[in-house]
């Protein structure tokens, strides 16, 4: 059962909120790396007897100072949020990152808002952790303030995995390379995408395979081909298995990226239902056909595996 929290979008917290535990991150992805400091502060909370909190931000900061960066999330804030309700955490601050804030000296982060305005007992951060105006605030400065600012700094080594660390830039680039199951292992689940089904030109229909059209927005793509999915829609718990293609069509002279998939055994109209797609196998690479006959061949080998992969246990 997903636990309920408080959500605040500035540092007004209430009183129950502060004198916490508190993480501080973008924590995109929530994967095993992240669920590791989860568990301690868990056990700090414990302990202690003290509420969790989570210092996160919107946009991540990486994509306010690079307009260029479209697609990079792992996860949008609505998954961020479901995942952290469902560690059971008690409460979020979800600042807003804006030019003003990236402005905030790493001294004054510490002083006035960290201290005056949450006031944490413990502070979970990772490794490489850096804040304040030019990233000039790091762990060594939070640890120097311990004293003064009645805080104590708790950092964790980070995990590995076959003597990797595991983060959320290692994640990204396992999925542009088509490395979806390894890419799922250090996440504890499936990657998946949550997505608005928008009109298509019905080519997948006009083919005998009817398909949803997604726009993947802000996450990060994948590597371009043809995926086994399970779909969700939403308000439902019912788990559909099915096939996605990501890719541009060039069989039909396209030019925009575009996520198709098909339900299996599923009839309906899903236009304008949001649908959370759980990537599970990568099949193949997206190619050019010469006709759509070809094309209409090599789906039905596409569909056999992506069915012979459903079969396999999926983490979800």
């Not at 990486?62 to 990079?72: A, D, E, P, Q, R």
């Not at 490794?127 to 060594?140: A, C, I, L, S």
Request: with cysteine.
């Amino acid at each position: 059962m997903v636990k309920k929290l408080k959500f605040y979008k500035n540092f007004k917290i209430s009183s129950t909120h502060k004198k916490s535990i508190l993480l501080i991150g973008n924590f995109d992805g929530l994967h095993l790396g992240h669920q590791k400091i989860f568990k301690q502060a868990k056990i700090y909370s414990k302990k202690n007897k003290l509420k969790i909190g989570v210092l996160t931000f919107d946009p991540l900061p990486i994509m306010f100072f690079n307009k260029k960066i479209k697609n990079y999330r792992l996860t949008n804030k609505e998954q961020k949020l479901f995942l952290l309700k469902k560690i059971g955490v008690n409460f979020i601050i979800n600042k807003k990152f804006n030019r003003s804030f990236s402005k905030v000296k790493s001294e004054n982060f510490i002083r006035k808002i960290v201290f005056k305005k949450i006031n944490p007992k413990f502070i979970f951060v990772s490794n490489n952790f850096r804040f304040g105006n030019n990233r000039k605030g790091n762990v060594e400065e939070l640890r120097k303030k311990e004293k003064n600012f009645k805080y104590k700094v708790v950092k964790l080594s980070p995990l590995k995995y076959k003597t990797k660390t595991v983060s959320s830039t290692r994640i990204r680039k396992l999925l542009q390379k088509g490395k979806i199951r390894h890419a799922n292992k250090l996440l504890s689940r499936n990657w998946s995408i949550n997505g608005f089904v928008s009109k298509g030109r019905s080519l997948g229909k006009k083919l005998g395979y009817p398909t949803c059209n997604i726009k993947l927005k802000d996450y990060i793509i994948p590597k371009i081909g043809v995926y086994s999915v399970k779909i969700q829609i939403k308000d439902s718990k019912k788990i559909l298995n099915g096939i996605a293609n990501l890719g541009f069509r060039p069989t039909f002279g396209g030019k925009k990226l575009i996520l198709e998939v098909n339900l299996f055994g599923f009839s309906g109209n899903l236009y304008k239902k949001i649908l959370k797609v759980y990537f599970c196998d990568f099949i193949r690479s997206e190619k050019k056909f010469k006709n759509k006959f070809l094309l209409i061949s090599q789906i039905k080998k596409d569909l056999r595996k992506a069915k012979i992969h459903l079969r396999k246990k999926i983490i979800l």
